[in-house]
């Protein structure tokens, strides 16, 4: 069957159950993006106020946190350069006023908690319990209507309630997002492709701020759910991350026991350490999410150096040595379901069988060519609309470089007692925005498969 056929066969299908998955609980991070789509004119202004020299220091090596104006215009350039994203901590009061004064074109929901909130939540109509390290009402005017609650404990009894009942007057997180598109220039730097540069101006979320109803009711909130996704560990450091893990540990363990499945959102963890902690703590997991520079930066702490170069040397990514990064980490930590995305397909490691694994798939890449067009899904009908976006004919030396090493068909292979699971995406040429894709694909290819089971 030609793609196209398959595509709306599973779009099909998951629209019309996924109504029928159970809560979801979704801890640990959200925060406002602060969303400017980047002027070179303006940005060439701003950094030779400050002083050019100064500010180019830092587009061949990244700080490691913006401790003022040069440090954060020079992480913007290095971001450029590469057509990298990059996310960096703000830490100095004076360059997030900067920041305020530079201004946003947008604000929208952020964190992996918020955006799949709404997206889960507010499109799919798909209940969810989301943590919210700070409610301000900025923050809960940013979550749709639907069925997304938070728990608040009143007189010691724990109540869900949509983020604008909680009525929350809590801090504001701010993460400033700074956009630019493919062939942005600026000075004599051109990016090669999309993409952003984040500074967070937020004390929260980089620490992971557990709040106190989490910490308190716990095995409560676990009950309500049917699955859990788990985000946002990516910025912690050597220094701060024992309690942040150890508590989710015990959340872990209390899902495991009420029979609630786990995905881990890996994103870019920079932190060796914290990255080879999470690593130790995969098999926890029922399922992990990650792209190429992240399966490879695992790949770097698990010893596997080659196999790291390699994930990181074509584009596309060359689908065999994937599969072999992906055994080797499901061998090493006994994680059922490995996710793959990259710009162009995904691939699906299960330790179980069927098609509705690659129809979650197919479902996932309609709904982020819908994130990609519109930078805010609204509803499943934005969903159904990107079947107007055609499938990436780059990949097809994927598909074929996986059916003579795999026998794969329509997407399918068995290898070594597992299955994996193939699809080429829709790829939106002139994307209005790069932020939160990787959450939309993750989330929706975990819940559709529960849909579908
Ligand atoms: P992440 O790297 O986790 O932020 O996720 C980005 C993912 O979004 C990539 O792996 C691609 O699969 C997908 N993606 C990026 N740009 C586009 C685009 N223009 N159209 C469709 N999907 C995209
Ligand atoms: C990170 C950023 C957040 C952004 C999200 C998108 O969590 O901190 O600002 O919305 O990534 O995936």
């Not at 290819?445 to 579908?452: Q, R, T």
Request: glycine share 8%.
């Amino acid at each position: 069957m030609a793609w196209n056929a398959l595509y709306s066969s599973a779009f099909e299908k998951i629209r019309s159950r996924i109504r029928n998955v159970g809560r979801v609980l979704l801890a640990y991070n959200t925060n406002i993006d602060a969303v400017k789509y980047l002027d070179g004119g303006d940005l060439e202004r701003r950094v030779e106020a400050v002083g050019k020299d100064e500010v180019f220091r830092y587009t061949d090596e990244l700080p490691e946190r913006i401790e003022n104006v040069h440090q954060l215009l020079g992480s913007i350039l290095w971001s450029i350069k590469r057509g990298k994203a990059a996310e960096l901590f703000v830490e100095s009061c004076s360059t997030r006023f900067y920041m305020r004064r530079w201004g946003w074109d947008e604000l929208r929901m952020g964190g992996q908690v918020g955006i799949m909130a709404n997206l889960l939540g507010g499109v799919y109509g798909v209940p969810v319990i989301a943590h919210v390290p700070q409610l301000s009402r900025l923050q809960a005017g940013l979550f749709k209507d639907g069925p997304i609650y938070v728990p608040r404990v009143e007189n010691g009894k724990l109540k869900l309630l949509h983020p604008r009942d909680f009525s929350g007057d809590e801090e504001n997180c701010v993460h400033h997002i700074y956009e630019f598109p493919r062939g942005f220039t600026v000075f004599d730097l051109k990016a090669p492709r999309e993409n952003r540069f984040i500074g967070s101006a937020d004390d929260y979320n980089p620490n992971v701020h557990i709040r106190p109803e989490f910490h308190e009711h716990f095995e409560e909130i676990a009950g309500e759910a049917e699955v859990a996704i788990i985000s946002g560990l990516q910025t912690l450091t050597k220094e701060n991350y024992h309690e942040p893990l150890e508590t989710l540990r015990g959340h872990l363990e209390v899902l495991e026991e009420r029979g609630v499945p786990a995905h881990l959102e890996f994103a870019f963890t920079s932190d060796e350490k914290v990255r080879k902690a999470l690593v130790d703590m995969l098999g926890l997991f029922h399922s992990v999410g990650l792209n190429e520079v992240e399966l490879a930066s695992i790949m770097e702490v698990l010893g596997n150096r080659a196999i790291a170069k390699k994930l990181l040397t074509n584009d596309p990514v060359d689908p065999v040595t994937v599969t072999d990064a992906m055994f080797k980490l499901a061998e090493k930590t006994g994680v059922k379901r490995i996710h793959f995305h990259t710009y162009g397909y995904y691939l699906v490691l299960t330790g179980y069988k069927g098609e509705y694994v690659r129809d979650a798939l197919l479902f996932a890449a309609l709904a982020a060519a819908a994130k990609a067009k519109l930078g805010d899904v609204r509803n499943i009908d934005d969903v159904a609309k990107a079947m107007d976006v055609p499938v990436n004919e780059r990949v097809g030396g994927v598909e074929e470089a996986l059916a003579e090493q795999y026998g794969m068909r329509e997407g399918i292979a068995e290898v070594n007692g597992h299955q994996l699971a193939f699809v080429p995406t829709r790829i939106v040429v002139r994307p209005k925005s790069t932020v939160g894709i990787g959450d939309t694909i993750s989330s929706s290819a975990f819940v559709g498969e529960f849909a579908l089971r």
